[in-house]
Nanobody
Framework: QLQASGGGLVQAGGSLRLSCAAS????????MGWFRQAPGKEREFVAA????????TYADSVKGRFTISRDNAKNTVYLQMNILKPEDTGVYYC?????????????????WGQGTQVTVSS
C-alpha cells in the first residue's frame, strides 16, 4: 500500500514537499516514481528514483525545480517541489516500480497511491 500526503494550495513561486509512505511489499528493492494528472489530461510522469536512491530522472518540465528522494529505513519517498507554477496543478500519485531500476512509463509501475491534490495559484 502507498499513502501520499503533503499536497495543498500554494501560490506560484512557492514550495511543497510530498511524501509517500509504503507498507506491505519490500520497499527498498524497487524503484519509485511520481506522476501527476491535471483535469482533463492524461497522467504524466514527473520523477523517478532507483531502488537505492543513487539515480534519479525527471520530466523536462520539472527539471531543476523538483527533487525526488527516498529513505529506505522509513519506507518513504519524497518529492520536494520548488518554484511552483500554475501548470504544476494536479493530483500527484506515487507509484512502486516493478523493477529496481526506474522507468518513466506508467506500465512499469505496479502499485499506486491514492493521490494528493496540488493546486498552484497565479
Amino acid at each position: 500500500q502507498l499513502q501520499a500526503s503533503g499536497g495543498g494550495l500554494v501560490q506560484a513561486g512557492g514550495s511543497l514537499r510530498l511524501s509517500c509512505a509504503a507498507s506491505g511489499r519490500t520497499f527498498s528493492g524497487y524503484s519509485m516514481g511520481w506522476f501527476r494528472q491535471a483535469p482533463g489530461k492524461e497522467r504524466e510522469f514527473v520523477a523517478a528514483i532507483n531502488w537505492s536512491g543513487g539515480s534519479t530522472t525527471y520530466a523536462d518540465s520539472v527539471k531543476g525545480r523538483f527533487t525526488i528522494s527516498r529513505d529506505n529505513a522509513k519506507n518513504t519517498v519524497y518529492l520536494q517541489m520548488n518554484i511552483l507554477k500554475p501548470e504544476d496543478t494536479g493530483v500527484y500519485y506515487c507509484a512502486r516500480g516493478k523493477m529496481s531500476y526506474y522507468d518513466t512509463s506508467l506500465g512499469s509501475y505496479g502499485s499506486w497511491g491514492q493521490g494528493t491534490q496540488v493546486t498552484v495559484s497565479s
